[in-house]
Nanobody, 124 residues
Framework: QEQLVESGGGLVQPGGSLRLSCATS????????IGWFRQAPGKEREGVTC????????LYADSVKGRFTISRDNAKNTVYLQMNNLKPEDTAVYYC?????????????????WGQGTQVTVSS
């Protein structure tokens, strides 16, 4: 049965770092597209980064380029989001998403499976 479980969120000061994890089950990451999205209160869900499992190609939103990094550990069926130099505007609920049919990952929310989300709050 397919399942995605995010963890690693929390409260961090501006300039700090967090690493989010997305533990997956029921998927083969090499044959999947995996994305990280976020949604702040009153705003639409926004694509942050994604990775295409078959090629390891990645995409990043302009707002996080140079600060966030997506990676995966196939042995653990887990995808990570390393977030550095966090800013208050990064505050949101972060979701991971997986799709088996996308040929290339996308920052648009065209994914079939979603996790429950983890809260990230950046504040002093």
């Amino acid at each position: 049965q397919e399942q995605l479980v995010e963890s690693g969120g929390g409260l961090v000061q501006p300039g700090g770092s967090l690493r989010l994890s997305c533990a997956t089950s029921g998927f083969t990451l090499d044959y999947s597209a995996i994305g990280w999205f976020r949604q702040a209160p009153g705003k639409e869900r926004e694509g942050v980064t994604c990775i295409t499992g078959s090629s390891d190609s990645t995409l990043y939103a302009d707002s996080v380029k140079g600060r966030f990094t997506i990676s995966r550990d196939n042995a653990k069926n887990t995808v990570y989001l390393q977030m550095n130099n966090l800013k208050p505007e990064d505050t949101a609920v972060y979701y991971c998403a997986v799709d088996r049919h996308l040929r290339l990952c996308t920052l648009r929310p065209f994914y079939d499976y979603w996790g429950q989300g983890t809260q990230v709050t950046v504040s002093s």
